[in-house]
């Protein structure tokens, strides 16, 4: 038997914890930036001609030498992949090949908006979910049904299509909102949506179903024999158990997000990265795709890391198991 303090035998488990998420961090950014590094590889050109502005360019034989000579292209492929993993160690992502700047600037200064318009869509995304799902669930049938009714008709949603009918009919035709998308806090409303909506009809269904079943569980039903109402038993105890697998959700939800904001920003003509990997993969401008690409899953894993810290925020089970 140990003798041993409980806070000394947990030390162990809490350090390989953090060993083993720290294991992981590294392995899934390792594994994007084989993957975008043998993408490049693959990719049909000549990148020196690209770096000397395209094919309607004409370079002459000595200058595509002394560029890929300069940039190490003409090195093994083994050789590149290494240079390559040291300069990601250093943060360097490389130069751009049409803009001529730090991949890392481009990044840096474009990130901002996407940022903005991903946050703002997952909270969005959120309240709706939450509003649905209190108003609706667990309650009598055809209001049950009318919740999980709208919930399918949004996760329905292509958001492209919607994109468009939003531009269409709230912008143009009932000039509610402006049409493009970088006018301020109004002009984030309608690319905010696009995303939010197909979004708010997963969450909702992924919780509709855990937040029924937490209403009959012993601690609900304790609560409304101590007298809270129905409402106090919704917001306070069922909602809580209800939205742990949205979480989960959330953590894929927000790479997605990344991912799905090429299309909302060509749409309402919004800055932001995904408008910049367009104009990348146009040109073929590998560096900046990399980059990008490596930042969606730098975000993608940062994001599942919050996940895992609202897990245990909001189920007091973990706190005590932890």
């Known amino acids: 038997m140990s003798l041993a303090p409980p806070a000394a035998r947990r030390a162990p488990i809490g350090v390989r914890r953090v060993l083993v998420r720290a294991a992981g ?35 002459s034989p000595e200058q595509l030498a002394a560029v890929s000579a ?12 290494l240079r390559y993993l040291g300069g990601l160690l250093r943060g360097d992502l490389g130069t751009s090949y049409t803009l001529k700047q730090p991949v890392a600037d481009i990044i840096g200064h474009h990130v901002g908006p996407t940022l903005t318009l991903t ?34 008709f949004l996760a ?26 970088d006018d301020g806090p109004a002009g984030l409303v309608l690319p905010a949506l696009t995303l939010a909506l197909p979004l708010a009809g997963f969450l909702g269904q992924v919780t509709r179903d855990e937040f029924s079943s937490a209403m009959e569980q012993p601690f609900a039903v304790s609560a409304r024999a101590r007298g ?4 106090g038993v919704r917001w306070r105890h069922a909602l809580r158990h209800a939205i742990l697998p949205g979480l989960t959700l959330s953590g894929w939800a927000l790479g997605s997000l990344f991912s799905t904001a090429v299309i909302v920003e060509s749409v309402f003509v919004r800055p932001g990265l995904g408008r910049v990997l367009v104009d990348a993969v146009t040109s073929k401008d590998m560096p900046v795709v990399v980059g990008v690409t490596l930042f ?17 925020r909001v189920d007091p089970r973990l706190r005590r198991a932890r």
């Open 156 to 181: 329905a949603l292509p958001q492209y299509w919607l994109g468009i009918v939003l531009l269409v009919v709230v912008a143009i035709q009932l000039r509610l909102l402006p049409v493009v998308g």
């Open 296 to 312: 969606v899953a730098a975000v993608y894993v940062l994001a599942n890391l919050l996940v895992d810290l609202g897990f245990v």
């Open 228 to 231: 809270m109402s129905d409402w």
């Open 25 to 59: 961090v590294i392995g899934v950014l390792w594994g994007a930036a084989t993957l975008t590094f043998v993408a490049q590889q693959w990719m049909p050109g000549d990148p020196a001609q690209t770096i000397l502005g395209g094919a309607g360019s004409k370079p």
């Open 119 to 152: 946050v703002t869509s997952l909270v969005a995304a959120w309240v709706i979910a939450v509003t649905v799902t209190l108003l609706t669930a667990h309650r009598q049938r055809w209001l049950a049904g009318i919740g999980s009714g709208i919930e399918i």
């Open 70 to 81: 300069q940039y190490g292209l003409d090195d093994p492929v083994i050789v590149q992949y």
